[in-house]
């Protein structure tokens, strides 16, 4: 899965490439709206077939369209907002680097790499993370998400550039199997339509994160340090949010048990 998933990102930047060059690098973000279409067929006319079985339940049993938790559209707008701040920075690493920090081109390459590096060490343990944290994972990664936010803002040098690429990197690992994670334990009978819905969210990230750039960066200076400034407070209230939101649950839960 991996290597396809490496594979498959070689050819969309080509592609992305191709019509940024040949229709402006606006359109190029019109290609994360490709998986919206499929994703809703998968959402709607895939059976009900749980991935993995609850012990209680026998292998046949039927599902019911009602088994589908709330929650998810909860963890669905998390990952959607953590997907959208964090394609602001992985797509305008080249230009933070070398326009705001003075940066080489060189130097914007290895950034890059250092944020693909870390997302790749954020993958091999996000087992063990979420096996320790469970729902608190996404938690976790809105947090990194903030420290690295909060030092991009401020950044000044390369070093600091990279530190904070790292942290966001690590958040890059997490949003995705963390929130399909949650949505599937909580919709344990509806797990493939939970899955598409929670999808669905990570793409129109993706997609908006060029248009929210543009929005968030009439609040500062029109620099991208003052985005990432702006983006940090935007993930504080996200967090807040989702902290308020599991104290809720658990409370709910406690009195249920």
Same mark, same amino acid.
């Given at each position: 899965? /991996?290597?396809? $998933?490496? &594979?498959?990102? &070689?050819?969309?930047? =080509?592609? $992305?490439?191709?019509?940024?060059?040949?229709?402006?690098?606006?359109?190029?973000?019109?290609?994360?709206?490709?998986?919206?279409?499929?994703?809703? *067929? &998968?959402?709607?006319?895939?059976?009900?077939?749980?991935?993995?079985? #609850?012990?209680?339940?026998? #292998? =046949?049993?039927?599902?019911?369209?009602?088994? %589908?938790?709330?929650?998810?559209?909860?963890?669905? @707008?998390?990952?959607?907002?953590?997907?959208?701040?964090?394609?602001?920075?992985?797509?305008?690493?080249? /230009?933070?680097?070398?326009?705001? %920090?003075?940066?080489? !081109?060189?130097?914007?390459?290895?950034? $890059?790499?250092?944020?693909?590096?870390?997302?790749?060490?954020?993958?091999?343990?996000?087992?063990?993370?979420?096996?320790? /944290?469970?729902?608190?994972?996404?938690? *976790?990664? @809105?947090?990194?998400?903030?420290?690295?936010? +909060?030092?991009?803002?401020?950044?000044?040098?390369?070093?600091?550039?990279?530190?904070? %690429?790292?942290?966001?990197?690590?958040?890059?690992?997490?949003? #995705?199997?963390? +929130? @399909?994670?949650?949505?599937?334990?909580?919709?344990?009978?509806?797990?493939?339509?939970?899955?598409?819905?929670?999808?669905?969210?990570? #793409?129109?990230?993706?997609?908006?994160?060029?248009?929210?750039? *543009?929005?968030?960066?009439?609040?500062?200076?029109?620099? %991208?340090?003052?985005?990432?400034? !702006?983006?940090?407070?935007?993930?504080?209230?996200?967090?807040?949010? +989702?902290?308020?939101?599991?104290?809720? @649950?658990?409370?709910?839960?406690?009195?249920?048990?």
């Amino acid at each position: 899965m /991996l290597a396809g $998933s490496g &594979f498959w990102g &070689f050819v969309f930047s =080509n592609v $992305s490439g191709f019509v940024g060059g040949k229709f402006g690098w606006k359109i190029a973000y019109l290609l994360h709206l490709y998986t919206v279409i499929p994703l809703i *067929l &998968f959402a709607v006319f895939i059976p009900d077939q749980p991935l993995v079985e #609850a012990k209680q339940k026998k #292998a =046949n049993a039927p599902t019911q369209k009602g088994d %589908l938790s709330p929650m998810i559209f909860v963890y669905t @707008l998390a990952g959607m907002a953590a997907f959208m701040l964090i394609q602001v920075m992985w797509s305008n690493t080249s /230009l933070w680097v070398t326009g705001t %920090l003075g940066g080489t !081109v060189a130097q914007a390459g290895m950034a $890059s790499g250092m944020m693909s590096l870390f997302s790749c060490i954020g993958r091999l343990f996000f087992g063990k993370i979420y096996g320790k /944290l469970g729902r608190f994972t996404i938690h *976790l990664d @809105l947090a990194l998400l903030i420290v690295g936010m +909060a030092i991009a803002s401020h950044s000044h040098s390369y070093a600091m550039a990279l530190v904070a %690429l790292a942290f966001v990197g690590v958040s890059m690992a997490l949003t #995705a199997p963390a +929130a @399909l994670n949650r949505c599937i334990e909580i919709s344990p009978r509806c797990q493939e339509r939970a899955q598409s819905i929670t999808s669905i969210g990570f #793409a129109l990230g993706n997609f908006g994160s060029t248009y929210w750039k *543009l929005f968030v960066g009439k609040f500062g200076d029109g620099t %991208l340090n003052s985005v990432f400034r !702006v983006n940090s407070y935007f993930t504080v209230a996200v967090l807040v949010i +989702a902290f308020g939101i599991s104290a809720v @649950l658990i409370s709910r839960e406690k009195k249920a048990q």
